[in-house]
């Protein structure tokens, strides 16, 4: 009660279109579409109104799914749900930061 755990350090991301930064931030706070969201509320929950718990628990499964693909391409190209998740302009490439001891 008077000792909070610590948080676990979250993995972070830039990316970058035409040698200009359009993000920088945790992935977990990537800016995501909305049809995505919809999407998956659906095919997760059958939800085509998601509440704020739905849309909380789709973007965790959004972005955890884009973390393990980030974390083995090398490229933009090679991680297509990059640019099919993310609602920002052309990602021509990228950088993930991963805390000290993170395992994937």
Known sequence: MFFKPKKKAAP?????N???????????????KESVILEKS????NDPE??????SAVRVRLTEELLRQ???CDSPKACPLLEVYSDLPSI?????ILPENFTI
């Not at 972070?12 to 970058?16: A, D, E, G, H």
Request: charged share 20%.
């Open 70 to 72: 980030l974390a083995v």
């Open 12 to 16: 972070s991301i830039r990316l970058y």
């Open 42 to 45: 659906i095919q997760f929950f």
């Open 50 to 55: 998601p509440c704020h718990i739905h849309r």
């Open 92 to 96: 021509e490439r990228f950088e993930l």
């Open 18 to 32: 035409q040698n200009a930064l359009v993000y920088e931030g945790l992935l977990k706070d990537i800016p995501l």
